[in-house]
């Protein structure tokens, strides 16, 4: 596999935020990302959760299923819930033939609650910390069980969010049971230096989401003390070559890296004030400027 470049449906229909985009049908979403011309989505909560049923819908498209979003509660809750819930989702997208899950730990996350999310950002205890590593290497073993690899993705509004956090989690994770998601817009809404996080740990990242931020919005966030779905609907991401982030020196680490994998554009925002097909033919036609691809 070399690089592959897809987009998530989130731009369309928001799994967070249902009301954003209840009108979009997710036949309209593939066909608009087939359009634009990405090969590769994401699971969303309007697809048919029958892998026969989506794939029939995917194959006309010359669509294929990249991933899909995991909730993992190691920290809050016992392991055995955590462990069945994961084993669903892992077979459905093993069906799918996607070769990563992304697992984001959900424990104390403020990331769906109306919060202020700079402010009130959750961290965990000593304790915890070990809950989380030791529990993310077993669901790193049942993925292996498919042949595949869980990503985590480090994520506003958790307790793996900033620098620290994410190299305390590789540092007490082992390489081949939990490997990295990197996403460009939660680094940067954090404050973090993604060239930093991606040259770091560029042999342990497996999955790329491309978020771009809108400098201004962010920063309002921060001084009227916003939720992060607040922030979202405010329209502080945006597709990537849209925003204060510059992709390019992203794209030579990517490159030089000799990176094997996908590339999912990640832009929620309100599709009635962004259209979710023009901005996925935007993005798609800034991909190609930067990478060629
Ligand atoms: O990967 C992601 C999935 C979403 O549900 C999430 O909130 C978004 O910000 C993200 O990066
Ligand atoms: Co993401």
């Known amino acids: 596999m070399t690089i592959n470049l897809g987009i998530c449906p989130i731009g369309w229909t928001n799994d967070d935020l249902p009301e954003l985009g209840a009108e979009n049908t997710f036949q309209q979403a593939l066909s608009e990302m087939a359009l634009a011309g990405f090969t590769g989505t994401e699971i969303g909560n309007k697809y048919p959760k029958n892998p026969v049923e989506l794939h029939s819908h995917l194959e006309p498209r010359g669509m294929s299923i ?6 993992a509660f190691l920290t809050t809750k016992p392991f055995e819930e955590t462990a ?6 892992l077979d459905f997208l093993h069906a799918m033939g996607s070769k990563v899950i992304v697992v984001s730990e959900q424990g104390h996350s403020i990331q769906c609650l109306d919060r202020p999310i700079y402010d009130e950002k959750p961290t965990f205890s000593e304790e915890e910390w070990h809950l989380l590593t030791t529990g993310l290497e077993k669901l790193g073993n049942m993925a292996h069980e498919k042949e595949m690899e869980i990503v985590f993705h480090h994520h506003m509004g958790t307790c793996i969010q900033t620098t620290a956090e994410i190299e305390r989690l590789m540092e007490e994770t082992q390489p081949d049971k939990v490997s990295l998601l990197f996403d460009t817009g939660h680094l940067v809404f954090s404050g973090e230096d993604p060239l930093y996080i991606y040259n770091k740990y560029a042999n342990r990242i497996k999955h790329i989401h491309f978020k771009d931020i809108r400098e201004e919005r962010m920063n309002n966030v921060k001084s009227e003390h916003s939720s992060f779905l607040q ?3 405010a329209g502080v991401f945006t597709v990537p070559g849209d925003g204060m982030i510059d992709f390019e020196p992203i794209w030579h680490a990517i490159h030089t890296s000799d990176y094997q994998g996908w590339i999912m554009v990640e832009a929620e925002q309100d599709p009635t004030q962004a259209n979710p097909f023009l901005y ?3 993005a798609r036609e800034y991909m190609n400027q930067i990478t060629g691809l």
């Open 66 to 71: 990249a991933s899909g979003w995991f909730s």
């Open 280 to 282: 996925a033919k935007m």
């Open 231 to 233: 922030g979202v609907k």
């Open 84 to 89: 069945k819930a994961f084993k669903l989702k």
